[in-house]
Each structure stands twice: as structure tokens, then as C-alpha cells.
């Protein structure tokens, strides 16, 4: 952990101390060849991705987790479980694959050029369902059971009871899944290096391309030279940080439940 | 009845709702997979498994590929199994819960196991290709990938330590045995199935791994002569396939077909020992 963090510190050095951190916020474009190092627009790409996945996600997956608890014979609950878990395994270059085939070309009919922010959208709500299903599963599987039948025995609805009983006793659980799921959409590389079509832009739609931090990375790191590769440590940098602090995050939430 | 009918009536949507949404999304994992299968059987046969890509994978088959996904994967499990297994031990058996060195190494592979790959993938580049001159190779791939599995591997195998009975130890203690042959004969061998669980998860995660791998063990797709060459993994030859090759698209599908089968058999073999694991406890 130490190691990784200092060696990216150390491939990143040259260029902070060069060009000063000012510079990624404040250059014109993001053209290295230049001497012009703008992240503002792959931060806006990693941003609108992430953030347009997680709230698709996050009430697809726990529906799909109260269903599994409440709704469901068992049977078939045991059997969406596998299916959820086989999501969560596919590995992500099939997504891409899949979503460049597939996606961009449905997308691409309802509004050219196809790859955008909408494909790498979708991509990354498949790609994290999963993780917040199942963190969900195991959290309503831990609402006491005491507490749903005092709801039956007050007559509460099973709305009612899932709306104002078992959502606000699984709180902890659900925010600690939601963080989970945003950092794996954060961190996520080639399925939306696949689908996104990397064009480096603030997007002003969703049917816009977009390049994300970690795409600009994939796609940059082959033939970086000098500050250029430093200028690709410096996002990775960033990424890490972030990270770090969704964990911290994650530390918190946990804390206060106990 | 307090239920009045209007709440009835929602009730009754949302669970419309609530069997519409898992109906959706089944029917979307049936659609990526019949997607994948579909345009890939035409391509699986044992001539595409056993001949090498021509023309940059247009044409022929995927054996070196298959041949530097194994290498790299081999590479990754003899690094990672003695230092995740090594580490585990110390966790589960050495530190108490409430030390702070335990805490801290616990913190910090809770936080290394949500990196995102591509960070691991800078930081091999950075530290394994460049630093340790081991350049574009299997080693250094497989090197990355090792760093990248050792946090799930060491959380399962302290886990399975974990869940030894405490009796075990002090029987054996009152039996005058040592401290490390009681870890020998006893704790590892009733801890192998979590060991096994966690191995087989983070095969499956190896075996997936695209972009650590793209600027480590690099993008050559002939067949490795040792592991110093660069070789193209598996996943990476998809990504290149249906990226960087136009007319690529029906091998691409091949391979996608063989990568999902692989890891559906690996995700088969964890639940079985899973399953198995629960039935002994």
C-alpha cells in the first residue's frame, strides 16, 4: 500500500514540481504535446458516468435485494441470487465488448455517434448492480425479525412496512454499499474506455462522448514520454485519493452504526 | 381493517414494481450472454483453441493467448499464495483484534482492494517494468495481478483461520504441542477450505483483469518463449479485437465465449466448495 502510493508520488514529482498543480485545473485542453494539461474535462467525464450510474444502480439493486427477502418464493430469490452473482463475475472487457456491439449501435439509431455518455452510463449500472444488490441482501437479511412482526401485528401495509420499517433499520448497511458501488464506478476502466468513444470534452448532453480519468490513462500510457507520463500519475494520483477517501467514508458510516 | 383500499391499491403496484425490475435485469443478463454465446460458437472448435492469431487475430486461432493468460495467472499464484497465506496467519493468529499494527494492515487491504486496476496497472508499470527493468513481460504482469489478488486472498484465509474453533487451540496447547506445529497440523488444514474459496475468487479476478495488464505484460501476441517476453492475455486480445482491428469482431466473440466459460467453471467450482464448506461447519 505505502509502496504503491509512493511510487506513484514519485512518477508524478516531476510534473507537479514543473507545473504546479494549478495547471490541471486551470490549462486551456488537455494536449500534453503542448505543455497543456487540462483534467477538468476527464474529471466531468468520471463525474457524470459515475454519478448517472450510481443513482440507475442504486434503486434497481435494492429493489432486486427486497425482492430476494420479501417478494420472492425462495426458490426463485436463490435463483436471482446466482444470476446476480454471474453479473457481478462477468469480467468487464465483456461488458465493453458487448455494450460496443450491442449498445452503441441502438443508441447510435436513436441519436448518433452511438458511443457516449448515455452507452457508458448503461455499461456502468449493469457493472455495479450487482455490488449494491448484494450488500443490500445481506443487510435486510439482518433487520431483526421481531421488527416485521410487529408491523404484521400492527397491520402495516408491506409497503408500509418495507417504506418505514426496514429501509430506515438497514440505513447503515445501504450507505456503506452505495460507497462500495461508487468506487467501483469510479474506478472502472475498459468497459467505458469501450463505450464512452474518449473524446476529450465537457459533455453537453447525454448523447455527447466522453473520455474518463481512467480511459485517458489506458489509452495515453502506451507512448506517454516525460511529463505527459507524469501528467497520467498525477490522474492516477487522483483516482487513489479518491478512493482512499470513499474508504475513510465508508469507516464512518460504519462507525456510527455501532 | 386498518389496510384502507387505496393503500391496497399501492401495495399492489409495487410489487408489480418490485417483479418487473428483476425481470428486467434477468432478461438482460440473458441477453449479453445469448449475445456472447450466439456469436461465439460458431468460432469455438479445437482448431481456434490450438492455432495462433493471423493477420492480427482476424483470422486463426488463440493459443499463445491462452498459453500467456496461464503463464501470467501462474506467475500471480506463486507470488501471491506464501506472502497471502504468510499474511494471514500473522492477521489471524499473531495479532489480537485490537492491536494496532493488526488494524492498520487490515485497514489498508480493505482500502487496496477497492483500487481501481489501472491504478495497479501505473503502479507495475512504474515499479515492476521500469524500476526492476523487468519491461513489457508476463513477469511483471503476473507480478501486478499478484499485488492485485493478495488483499482478497488474505481476508478469505483469515477468515477460514478465523473461524477454527478456539477449543482446537487449546486443546492442542493443553497437549503440550507446539505453537507451529498446531498451526501445521491443525489450523491450516481446518482452514483450507476458506483458503480454497478465497484462491478460486481470486483466480476468477486475475483471470478477468484487462487494464492492469494492458501496459505490463503488454499486447505481443506470439507465443511466449519465456517470462521475459511480453504476451497478450485473454481479456486483452478481446479488448484489442473489438478496439484496435476492424473485422475482428467474430474471433473477438470467440474469445469472449472462452473467457466466460472459464470463469463461469471457476465461479461453479467456488460455489461447490462454498457449499461444502458450510455443510462441514
Known amino acids: 500500500m505505502v509502496l504503491i502510493l509512493g511510487f506513484l508520488l514519485r512518477e508524478a514529482l516531476p510534473i507537479l514540481q514543473s507545473v504546479g498543480i494549478k495547471a490541471f485545473l486551470t490549462d486551456k485542453t488537455w494536449s500534453p504535446s ?54 457481478a463475475g462477468i469480467p468487464s472487457v465483456v461488458y465493453g465488448f458487448w455494450g460496443l456491439v450491442v449498445l452503441v449501435p441502438l443508441i447510435n439509431q436513436l441519436h448518433p455517434p452511438g458511443t457516449s455518455l448515455l452507452a457508458g452510463i448503461l455499461i456502468l449500472t449493469l457493472m455495479i448492480l450487482p455490488t449494491i444488490a448484494l450488500v443490500a441482501d445481506a443487510t435486510f437479511a ?7 412482526l410487529g408491523a404484521a401485528a400492527m397491520g402495516l401495509s408491506s409497503w408500509g412496512t418495507i417504506w418505514q420499517i426496514i429501509l430506515p433499520a438497514s440505513k447503515s448497511g445501504l450507505f456503506t454499499g452505495m460507497i462500495l458501488e461508487i468506487g467501483r464506478a469510479i474506478g472502472e ?4 474506455l469501450m463505450v464512452c468513444g474518449n473524446v476529450v470534452q465537457t459533455p453537453d448532453s447525454i448523447f455527447a462522448p466522453v473520455r474518463t480519468l481512467t480511459a485517458n490513462i489506458a489509452l495515453e500510457m502506451a507512448y506517454a514520454l516525460d511529463n505527459h507520463r507524469s501528467a497520467l500519475f498525477v490522474s492516477g494520483l487522483l483516482l487513489l485519493s479518491v478512493i482512499i477517501l470513499l474508504a475513510i467514508a465508508a469507516e464512518l458510516v460504519k462507525w456510527d452504526r455501532v | 381493517m386498518i389496510v384502507n383500499e387505496k393503500q391496497q391499491g399501492i401495495d399492489r403496484i409495487i410489487s408489480l ?11 438482460i ?55 497471502g497465506i504468510g499474511t494471514a496467519i500473522l492477521l489471524a493468529e499473531f495479532t489480537s483484534n485490537s492491536n494496532w499494527f493488526g488494524r492498520l494492515v487490515r485497514r489498508s487491504l480493505d482500502v487496496l482492494a477497492g483500487v481501481p486496476s489501472i491504478v495497479f496497472g501505473l503502479f507495475g508499470n512504474a515499479f515492476f517494468s521500469k524500476t526492476l527493468g523487468l519491461g513489457f513481460s508476463i513477469l511483471s504482469g503476473g507480478l501486478t495481478l499478484a499485488c492485485m489478488v493478495l488483499p482478497i486472498l488474505i481476508r478469505s484465509t483469515e477468515a477460514g483461520l478465523s473461524a477454527v474453533p478456539i477449543e482446537y487451540r487449546l486443546s492442542s496447547a493443553s497437549l503440550g504441542i507446539s505453537r507451529t506445529s ?31 495488464l494492458i501496459f505490463t505484460s503488454g499486447y505481443v501476441d506470439r507465443m511466449p518463449t519465456s517470462l521475459l517476453d511480453s504476451g497478450r492475455s485473454l481479456s486483452i486480445h478481446i479488448f484489442d479485437l473489438s478496439m484496435n482491428v476492424t473485422g475482428g469482431d ?20 467456488a460455489a461447490w466448495l462454498a457449499s461444502k464448506y458450510n455443510r462441514s461447519l
Not at chain 1, 503542448?34 to 450510474?53: C, K
Not at chain 2, 414494481?17 to 432478461?27: C, G, K, R, S
Request: net charge neutral; glycine share 10%; with cysteine.
Open chain 1, 34 to 87: 503542448q505543455q497543456s494539461y487540462n483534467l477538468v474535462p476527464m474529471i466531468w467525464g468520471t463525474l457524470f458516468t459515475a454519478t448517472g450510474a450510481v443513482l440507475l444502480a442504486t434503486p434497481l439493486g435494492i429493489i432486486s435485494a427486497l425482492f430476494c427477502q420479501y417478494y420472492a418464493p425462495k426458490a426463485i430469490a436463490s435463483g436471482y441470487r446466482r444470476l446476480i452473482e454471474l453479473l
Open chain 1, 142 to 148: 439482518e433487520v431483526p425479525q421481531a421488527y416485521l
Open chain 2, 250 to 269: 467474430a474471433n473477438a466473440y470467440g474469445s469472449a465465449l472462452v473467457l466466460i466459460l472459464i470463469l463461469l467453471l471457476i465461479n461453479a467450482i
Open chain 2, 17 to 27: 414494481l418490485f417483479w418487473f425490475v428483476p425481470l428486467l435485469i434477468t432478461a
Open chain 2, 182 to 212: 498446531t498451526l501445521w497440523h491443525l489450523l491450516l488444514p481446518a482452514a483450507t477450505p476458506g483458503l480454497l474459496v478465497g484462491l478460486v475468487l481470486g483466480i476468477g479476478r486475475a483471470i478477468a483483469e484487462t487494464a492492469a
Open chain 2, 29 to 83: 443478463f440473458i441477453w449479453i450472454l445469448g449475445d456472447i454465446v450466439r456469436g461465439g460458437i460458431g468460432q469455438l472448435n479445437w482448431a481456434f483453441l490450438t492455432t495462433a492469431p493471423i493477420d492480427t487475430g482476424r483470422q486463426g486461432g488463440i493459443a499463445p493467448i491462452l498459453v500467456s493468460t496461464l503463464l501470467i495467472l501462474g506467475v500471480c499464484l506463486v507470488v501471491s499464495l506464501p506472502i
Open chain 1, 189 to 192: 476502466t475498459m468497459a467505458v
